[in-house]
């Protein structure tokens, strides 16, 4: 069976992504998202705040992860859209979104179906998205003992910053043929607009900072 598990950062593309690879492939899904919001609104609280409840609450992370164990197990083709389903599932294709932060942001804003969200300015919802993924980060070090933003745990990491849903959609496409017939496949796929020294340029003599920009 082909099961896929999806994380990233928020605004990233997620829920759209994985809606379309449902649609292509004709298989279910299983978000955590989905039940992280449902939660929230059924409390009368924002996602964060149910996010910091959840630092000192581990019951909330233990209703929404109960559905893992059955994943496992079954035969039907998949995709799972949530933080943790790496984790749980370690013969998925693990896949991870990414994208930069006032995109993120922009994107949110504009995405009318998250009712559960504090959208008041582009700042807000940036800074908004930033405590949630650090509180995130800190719960499931302090509860599971793993960093999710270590790029090592996944299996294909897209930036998305600058990609359309269909692009991802046809490149998460062709990458899962190509591992699921275990045959190689690139792991990192970055946006040409966020190019980064992977050197420190203090380290670079005067003609190979030269040859550097030359090439470029």
Known sequence: SKLISITGKLGSGKST????????????????????????QQRG?????????????????????????????SDDDLIVDSRMAWFFLPRSLKIKLTVQGFEAARRVLHDLERTSENRSSIEDTYQNLKSRRESER???????GVDIEDERNFDLVIDTTDASPKAVVELIDSQSQRYFSDAPIHKFWASPKSMFPMISAPDLSDQSGQELIDSI
């Not at 379309?20 to 989905?34: A, I, Q, R």
């Not at 609280?45 to 559905?67: A, G, H, V």
């Not at 719960?139 to 599971?144: M, V």
């Open 17 to 40: 992504v994985t809606k379309e690879l449902c649609t292509l492939w004709k298989c279910s899904k299983y978000s955590t998202g989905d039940a992280q919001r449902q939660l929230a």
């Open 45 to 73: 609280i924002t996602t964060l705040e149910l996010n910091l409840i959840s630092e000192t609450d581990p019951t909330i992370d233990r209703e929404i992860d109960s559905m893992f164990g059955r994943i496992a197990l």
């Open 138 to 144: 800190r719960r499931f070090i302090q509860t599971y």
